[in-house]
């Protein structure tokens, strides 16, 4: 089992900068691809960013790209999401998500369905 902790959210104001931290504990080495998505009110949940493969290869959605990036830390077992340029379009629940497959298909690490082992969560909300 792997459980996973999510820190960091918060409001802040369009234009400005947060740093979203996911914490893993358990069977961490077991842990190859980890992901970001959120979920808005009254909307699904979409695909934010993802590591894959212990950290060779990384992956964006195309309405973050270049406003957020994602690193990991394996030392501490921590993924981050430095979001900037926020706009309010950003705000949701932000989750992180692991499993221990090697995704090498975008397909599927940007699919959560995919994903075994999720965080409870950390609100961010964008004010314009």
């Known amino acids: 089992q792997v459980q996973l902790v999510e820190s960091g959210g918060g409001l802040v104001q369009a234009g400005g900068s947060l740093r979203l931290s996911c914490a893993a504990s358990?069977?961490?080495?077991?842990?190859?691809?980890m992901g970001w998505f959120r979920q808005a009110p009254g909307k699904e949940r979409e695909f934010v960013a993802a590591?894959?493969?212990?950290?060779?290869?990384?992956d964006y959605a195309e309405s973050v790209k270049g406003r957020f990036t994602m690193s990991r830390d394996n030392a501490k077992n921590t993924v981050y999401l430095q979001m900037n340029s926020l706009i309010p379009e950003d705000t949701a629940v932000y989750s992180c998500?692991?499993?221990?497959?090697?995704?090498?298909?975008?397909?599927?690490?940007?699919?959560?369905?995919?994903?075994?082992?999720w965080g409870q969560g950390t609100q961010v909300t964008v004010s314009s």
């Open positions: 998500a692991a499993d221990r497959t090697c995704f090498r298909s975008n397909l599927n690490s940007r699919n959560g369905a995919t994903y075994d082992y």
């Open positions: 590591i894959k493969c212990g950290g060779s290869t990384t």
């Open positions: 358990g069977r961490t080495s077991s842990v190859s691809t």
